[in-house]
């Protein structure tokens, strides 16, 4: 597993990739031991691609949760 403060990250094609496999019938678990993803992920994929046709947590917001993050971001932005 990825060091939480480390996380990976994985292109769009893998993301379907997998999202695939889970759709046709394979069960979660052997998907996450043969890509070493955690628990959550293939769920959450899944989830967003079935939300929005798309695996990015920014396409998977609601207007006002994003909102909420952009102050963060425009700060972030400032300090550099």
Request: charged share 35%.
């Amino acid at each position: 597993m990825a060091d939480p403060k480390h996380p990976r990250h994985h292109d769009e094609a893998f993301k379907r990739q997998i999202v695939q496999s889970c759709e046709s019938g394979k069960p979660s678990r052997e998907i996450r031991a043969e890509y070493d993803i955690a628990q959550s992920t293939p769920r959450r994929w899944v989830q967003g691609i079935r939300n929005s046709g798309s695996t990015r947590a920014m396409d998977n917001r609601t207007p006002e949760q994003n909102e909420l993050i952009e102050p963060g971001r425009r700060d972030r932005r400032l300090e550099m």
